[in-house]
Each structure stands twice: as C-alpha cells, then as structure tokens.
Nanobody, 124 residues
Framework: QVQLVESGGGLVQAGGSLRLSCAASGRTFSRYTMGWFRRGPGKEREFVAVIDSSGAVTYYAQSVKGRFTISRDNGRNTVALLMNSLKPEDTAAYYC?????????????????WGQGTQVTVSS
C-alpha cells in the first residue's frame, strides 16, 4: 500500500496553467498504475488521465486530451499532471489514485489508494 498526497492546486485564470503533483510513500510505487480524477461542484467524480507503471503508456479523457499531460518519476515516487489552457469547467478537486495490480484504467473502483485531493479553481 502507498499513501498519496497531492499538491499544486490553486486559483488560475482561464487559459493559464497549473502543475499538480502527487507524492507517494512506500517502496512499491513503481509497480502502480496511477490515475488522476476530479470532482467538480455538483458533479460526479470523473476520470482525467492514467499512466502505467513504467510511464510508457498514457490515456486521457477526451475533455482534457491535448491540454493535460500526465507523467511520473519512479525514482522520486511522484506522478504529475500538467494542465495547460485551463477552462472554467476544469474547476474541481483533483485526486490521484493508485492501482497496485496494473489493471486500472478509467473506472475509479479499480483503484485501491487515493489522496486527499487538491483544489483547482479556474476563473473566467
């Protein structure tokens, strides 16, 4: 099991950028598939991006494809989400999640470990 802590959220104007980071404890982080999810005000939790354990394979929600980039550094036990061209509809609490079995993709139920979230607010 790993513990996950997100950081990097904040208030940004539309069109701006933010970089979220998720720090993981534990020595098995490199085996985990890692995902980012978000929950906007009054909305259900939704998938944003996922990266496999090696960092070679990524997948994005259509709503963020081309604007967001997920990456990881297994040496530092971190996963990042670079968010460019932010829109007001990207306003949400963002969560990183980990799957130790390498099977997870877009379904949050496939992830065993979750961070506490970091708030991103995009003003128009």
């Amino acid at each position: 099991q790993v513990q996950l802590v997100e950081s990097g959220g904040g208030l940004v104007q539309a069109g701006g950028s933010l970089r979220l980071s998720c720090a993981a404890s534990g020595r098995t982080f490199s085996r985990y598939t890692m995902g980012w999810f978000r929950r906007g005000p009054g909305k259900e939790r939704e998938f944003v991006a996922v990266i496999d354990s090696s960092g070679a394979v990524t997948y994005y929600a259509q709503s963020v494809k081309g604007r967001f980039t997920i990456s990881r550094d297994n040496g530092r036990n971190t996963v990042a989400l670079l968010m460019n061209s932010l829109k007001p509809e990207d306003t949400a609490a963002y969560y990183c999640a980990g799957d130790p079995y390498g099977r997870a993709l877009t379904n949050p139920r496939e992830y065993d470990n979750w961070g506490q979230g970091t708030q991103v607010t995009v003003s128009s």
